[in-house]
Nanobody, 123 residues
Framework: VQLQASGGGLVQPGGSLTLSCAASGGSFRRYTTGWFRQAPGKEREFVAAFGWSGNTKYTDPVKGRFTISRDNAKNLVHLQMNSLKPEDTAVYYC??????????????????WGQGTQVTVSS
């Protein structure tokens, strides 16, 4: 499975962006898809996950602001990001895993990754 993340950019605080993850060679319906991010000088961290059955999980700092969704027809997973803050600045990566739901926040359990897309929140 090859993944490609897109949609990053520069946005002012309070603004919105939608990231997309496209898959080739496999269907997102067979996997849990996760978004992670890595800020400069920090470890990669879990952001959100969309399970193969449709359940979702978010890290606390983004709850109520970010929404993860899946478009089965286009084989895409989106991350809608609203009310963006400077601390959301990072490279965002999408990945897929078949691990049990309780471990979807663990990046080492992910099988395939996209190349990352830069999100910069700044005035």
């Amino acid at each position: 499975v090859q993944l490609q993340a897109s949609g990053g950019g520069l946005v002012q605080p309070g603004g919105s962006l939608t990231l997309s993850c496209a898959a080739s060679g496999g269907s997102f319906r067979r996997y849990t898809t996760g978004w992670f991010r890595q800020a400069p000088g920090k470890e990669r961290e879990f952001v959100a996950a969309f399970g193969w059955s449709g359940n979702t999980k978010y890290t606390d700092p983004v709850k109520g602001r970010f929404t993860i969704s899946r478009d089965n027809a286009k084989n895409l997973v989106h991350l809608q990001m609203n009310s963006l803050k400077p601390e959301d600045t990072a490279v965002y990566y999408c990945g897929v895993t078949t691990v049990i739901w309780g471990r979807v926040t663990q990046e080492n359990d992910y099988l395939y990754w996209g190349q990352g897309t830069q999100v910069t929140v700044s005035s």
